[in-house]
């Protein structure tokens, strides 16, 4: 019987695999997909498992507008998730969702010319509400 965090190396490799990425173990922030390249943490808690399919979420769900894209990639990371979303797990994405709708990010965003604000029924706000 394998240990759950096993179980969550063996499910990131098979999509790993299954999609032709590359994946860097690190614990530097930010966490990310650079082309195929994905830099992501050793998947120690459910929090990080999901770090990692949410990261494969943004090249499944393609180049999208900034709040588009991480809506989608969380929903992706989601449906991708073998194992029951645990509180704190939920509780992470939540916070990571809120913090991309933050007026600061928002002004940053606007400066970069992606001022793209997805429609209030998309999975961004659905998912940044809890
Ligand atoms: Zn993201």
């Given at each position: 019987m394998s240990s759950v965090r096993e179980r969550y190396e063996e499910h990131i490799a098979d999509l790993v695999e299954e999609h032709g990425l590359i994946r860097y173990l690190t614990w530097?922030?930010?966490?990310q997909l650079d082309g195929r390249e994905l830099y992501v943490p050793p998947p120690v808690t459910m929090v990080h498992y999901l770090i990692t399919l949410h990261e494969i979420g943004h090249y499944i769900v393609g180049n999208r507008p900034v709040l588009y894209g991480e809506g989608e990639a969380w929903e992706k990371a989601l449906e991708l998730s073998r194992f029951p979303l645990t509180e704190y797990a939920r509780k992470y994405m939540v916070k990571c969702l809120n913090w991309y709708s933050l007026e600061s990010y928002m002004a940053l965003l606007m400066l970069k010319g992606d001022v793209d604000i997805p429609d209030i029924d998309h999975p961004f706000w659905r998912l940044a509400n809890g």
């Open positions: 530097e922030k930010p966490y």
